[in-house]
């Protein structure tokens, strides 16, 4: 009986401090939200540099589909589309291997991109193919031991095989076409403009 209590205990404060580290950590992000906003504000951060940073940030929760949404929307625009890719190439060298969630959340949403983005998204990520190829060798082990590194070279490969895979591009984007047809009720001709990853058109990229 006694080790029995001894062991209830130690599961109830066991989960007693799992409870205040989680409203800690909540805290401290919203504090954290709270600055960046602010400081975003006093540097006038244009609103879709704001949201690469935030999809591509360090923190070891991904970005909702809402936000890549909202990114692969603004990429039709030239200007957005130039910020978008301005973020995008600075989180791919990140300024420590400890921040390697930039990078491989920058991979993330270059995918996401070539998916559902303008199609100039697809030619830009081709032209930046090889700091992708780079972080094919990234090595980052955390205090822990866990080789967190292998993320970043498992998906910078995944990512350079799609790239260079112009007919499984193609289908991927029809497929999304497919889906935003089905939900708007509209026909694809409506939503596209007959770009080169529509068709059969376009020449394969040099490995």
């Known amino acids: ?6 062991l209830l205990c130690f599961s109830l404060e066991r989960k007693k ?11 401290l992000y919203k504090m954290k939200e709270g600055l960046n906003k602010l ?9 879709i540099e704001q949201k690469v940073l935030e999809a591509t940030s360090n923190e070891s929760w991904g970005a909702s589909g809402t936000l890549m949404n ?7 625009n030239r200007e957005d589309l130039q910020i978008i890719w301005t973020v995008i190439n600075k989180r791919l060298d990140p300024s420590s291997a400890g921040k390697w969630r930039h990078a ?9 991109l070539c998916k559902h983005g303008s199609e100039r998204c697809v030619d830009i990520a081709r032209d930046n193919i090889y700091k992708i190829t780079t972080l094919h060798d990234f090595q980052y082990v955390d205090d822990f031991g866990k080789d967190e590194g292998l993320n970043v070279r498992e998906k910078s490969k995944k990512l350079v095989k799609f790239l260079n895979d112009t007919e499984a591009i ?7 076409r497919e889906n935003r047809d089905r939900y708007k009720g509209i026909g694809s001709a409506a939503v596209t403009s007959g770009g080169s990853y529509d068709d059969a058109s376009r020449r394969p990229t040099s490995r």
């Open 1 to 6: 009986p006694g080790i029995q209590s001894a």
């Open 17 to 27: 401090a799992h409870r205040e580290s989680e409203k800690m950590s909540g805290f």
């Open 39 to 47: 400081k975003h504000k006093v540097l006038n951060t244009p609103e």
């Open 70 to 76: 909202e990114i692969a929307e603004a990429s039709h």
């Open 104 to 112: 491989y959340k920058a991979m993330n949403l270059i995918e996401h």
């Open 170 to 176: 193609r289908e991927e984007r029809k497929k999304v």
